[in-house]
């Protein structure tokens, strides 16, 4: 039994599995951040557009 215990601890083809696990879903996390930051820049920017343009005198 504690034999089967020590040859599992030793074991480690499962953690290049858990890494690659965990590193994906950090660089999914900072690409919804990152793209959360750009939508909201790009809505204000076009609503800075809109009401320019909405300002203007027409001829």
Partial sequence: MWQ??????????????VDWVVL??????FAGVVATLVK???????????NHVAAMATP
Avoid: Y
Wanted: no cysteine.
């Fill in 40 to 50: 909201d820049g790009a809505i204000d920017g076009g609503d800075d557009i809109g």
């Fill in 24 to 29: 994906t879903a950090g660089i999914m996390l």
């Fill in 4 to 17: 089967k215990v020590k040859n599992f601890r030793a074991e480690e083809e499962g953690a290049i599995s």
